[in-house]
């Protein structure tokens, strides 16, 4: 089995800003692999269930706001008994150009509190993750800007993305083709 969760926060207000390109992804990831809507758990989150070449694989949102991810990803990984190295999380990554996917299988958190709170809660960095850059803009205090909403163009382009480098690096970690 393996868990594949995309961080941001909940509620319509954060719907579509830098902060929830984790979940854009992970919703982007659900269509694209014609899994079941996502749909609430025990698990302090939402999730989509399917298998993938005769894999069990689950699909995360946490209904917890960002800081506290932690407690969502460690509730389904310890129930399922999946262990941290069958993890990848996706997340926004303010230190990346927009638009830029890089793909890790361990490491820091780089400052990303989602990314934080997992570590924390699990006690490793052994865990994937996929970092969806977002980049910066000099003329917004930081949390202005991971809380601001995308563009329509950049909706548009993200999608392109993501159909193109978000599904050849969730491969590598599946170890199989999506597609």
């Not at 934080?116 to 910066?136: A, D, Q, V």
């Not at 809380?147 to 909706?155: G, I």
Request: aromatic residues 10%; charged residues 25%; negative net charge.
């Amino acid at each position: 089995m393996k868990c594949i969760v995309g961080l941001g926060n909940p509620g319509k207000e954060y719907q579509k800003t830098r902060h929830n390109a984790g979940f854009l992804a992970i919703d982007f990831l659900q269509n694209e692999l014609n899994f079941p809507e996502f749909e609430a758990s025990k698990h302090f989150g939402v999730v989509s269930e399917g298998m993938i070449q005769g894999e069990r694989l689950f699909l995360l949102k946490p209904a917890t706001y960002m800081n506290v991810s932690g407690k969502s990803v460690s509730s389904l990984l310890t129930f399922y008994k999946i262990p941290p190295e069958n993890l990848l999380v996706l997340s926004d990554d303010l230190d990346q150009d927009f638009g830029k996917i890089r793909f890790r299988e361990k490491g820091s958190s780089g400052g990303q509190n989602g990314i934080k709170s997992i570590i924390e809660t699990l006690g490793t960095e052994t865990f994937s993750r996929i970092k969806i850059g977002i980049g910066r803009d000099s003329r917004f205090e930081v949390s202005d800007w991971v809380l601001s909403a995308f563009t329509k163009q950049e909706l548009e382009e993200l999608e392109h993305i993501f159909a193109d480098e978000l599904l050849e690096k969730t491969d590598i970690f599946l170890g199989k083709s999506l597609v």
